[in-house]
């Protein structure tokens, strides 16, 4: 007999090291509100970045020890151990040679070099040389987008002033050629996506080098026109940093929890049409600005509306192309990719059941009758799941004539149960190329509580009790896992 049992997975605790991380970011955050009174040589902000390089240095050697990472990625945090390193030298360096605007700067691109390679040396995802391609030419047009705005907003303005001191000229032109560099980094990497050992603290380091450079452009602007707020503002942006990737250190830290394949919705692949909008808006503002609307603003008007059209057809054309990718060309079910995707996702929100079907005495048909004839009849049966599935289901062709159902948010077994008996019931005589073809299939039903079964144990399970069905005879038949079917294996 067949028992339901129910498995709650264990909590991932927040880990000791959050929680200093958090007391130390605030601790700093509070400190800078009130630095102002402390003597300039050693300033709240300076104390609070010794704190976080101390702490970064401790978590990034750790990740760097982890002896079931792969060699590059060790690598890569021996390199962001060394960007901690950079801050933990500093402060003892400014305290005996005084602090200035210079020591920071020189300070702000070591650090800056360091994760940079730190950057290159994280494994992404494997993909074809053509989807490499299609990477950088996207980052590219981030990186673009990126020096148009530090034009704008910065670099011209300080030319136009008059103002491009040797001290300015660290920060307005060093600056942003750091600045570009690292967002070319982190586009790359979120267009291409992480390796699954590195994805999760790739992604802190990829927000925390967001911030970075959202910030020095701040900064830049601020300084091009001549807005610079009191010394230890731009701390505030440095400490946020310094903050996310000593979260990615002790993410990597942590031991791996299996995680569904990604699709559908990411930011990464939006980044290149935000940097060709905020091009043309750039190229609006200054027309309107320069007083002189005609021809350049309607121009702008024109070029922003041809790129728009562009960017919605690359979008249809890539929208296209990834349906095709998860779908199966003859039946127009979901294919063996989509089927795993969707089955990880759904075992980690509730109770999921998966179908697996295998036709009955298809060979026969492809051999007496022809693959032409065998094509129509799997046609034919996917319509038969597409009738019986029911709308919160997905059903999927594995290939030949394998398929599956999963069945996500389930209230109780039972539904999968009734599943699986209206697609039998379904089942019979069917007209193919002017014959009568009967369709039979043999059925495995597989439940999971959340949590309770990864993707391969679960298709396992239904495939010992699709065999179970297949053995009962060439008829139609349906069959539960049971605890029995395992030894009998």
């Known amino acids: 007999m067949h028992t339901w049992t129910t498995r709650v997975p264990p909590a991932r605790r927040v880990p000791v090291a959050y929680v200093a991380l958090g007391v130390l970011y605030v601790a700093a955050m509070l400190g800078l509100a009130g630095s102002s009174a402390l003597p300039e040589s050693f300033t709240a902000a300076e104390a609070a970045r010794f704190g976080f390089g101390l702490f970064g240095v401790f978590a990034a050697v750790r990740a760097a020890r982890l002896p079931h990472l792969p060699r590059r990625l060790r690598q890569a945090w021996a390199a962001v151990a060394g960007c901690f390193a950079v801050l933990v030298v500093s402060v003892p360096a400014l305290l005996v040679i005084g602090t200035s ?54 670099f011209d303005p300080l030319l136009q002033s008059g103002r491009l001191t040797v001290d300015m000229t660290v920060s307005a032109v060093l600056y942003p050629i750091g600045d570009l560099a690292l967002l070319f980094s982190v586009s790359r990497a979120l267009l291409r996506g992480a390796d699954d050992t590195a994805r999760r603290p790739l992604q802190l380091l990829t927000a925390g080098t967001l911030v970075l ?23 505030y942006w ?135 004839a065998g094509d129509l009849v799997l046609v034919e049966f996917a319509e038969v799941l597409r009738r019986c599935v029911p709308s919160s289901g997905l059903p999927c062709r594995l290939g030949g004539d394998e398929f599956a159902v999963v069945l996500s948010d389930l209230a109780s077994p039972r539904h999968a149960y009734e599943v699986a008996g209206r697609i039998a019931a379904e089942l019979g005589p069917v007209a193919v190329d002017g014959k009568l073809i009967t369709l039979a299939a043999s059925i495995g039903v597989a439940v999971s509580a959340a949590g309770e079964l990864h993707h391969d144990e679960l298709v396992h399970r239904a495939d010992l009790a699709m065999y179970k069905a297949k053995g009962l005879g060439p008829e139609t038949r349906w069959a539960v896992w049971q605890e029995a079917l395992e030894t009998a294996a």
Request: hydrophobic letters at 50%; aromatic letters at 8%; charged letters at 20%.
């Open 101 to 154: 605007d210079t020591a920071d700067d020189v300070i702000h691109m070591v650090f800056v070099v360091a994760l940079l390679i730190a950057l290159q040396l994280f494994p992404l995802a494997r993909t074809s040389r053509r989807d490499r391609l299609k990477t950088a030419v996207d980052a590219l047009t981030v990186l673009v987008g990126g020096s148009m705005v530090l034009w704008y907003t910065a």
């Open 213 to 235: 450079f959202l910030g020095d452009a701040v900064n830049g602007y601020l300084d091009a026109h001549d807005l610079m707020l009191d010394s230890t503002w731009p701390f």
């Open 238 to 372: 440095w400490i946020t940093t310094d903050a996310l990737l000593a979260a990615a250190a002790v993410e990597q830290s942590r031991p791996a929890v299996p995680r569904a394949v990604r699709s559908g919705f990411r930011i990464g692949r939006f980044l290149p049409f935000v940097a060709v909008v905020v091009a043309h808006a750039l190229m609006f503002e200054a027309a309107v600005k320069s007083g002189d609307f005609s021809p350049w603003g309607g121009l702008a008007l024109g070029g922003a509306a041809l790129s728009a059209l562009v960017l919605y057809r690359q979008t249809l054309a890539q929208r296209e192309s990834d349906e095709q990718a998860l779908t199966d060309p003859l039946t127009g079910l979901a294919n063996r990719a989509r089927f795993r995707a969707t089955s990880h996702r759904s075992l980690t929100r509730g109770t999921t059941a998966i179908l697996v079907i295998d036709m009955n005495s298809f060979k026969e048909i492809n051999d007496t009758l022809g693959h032409q």
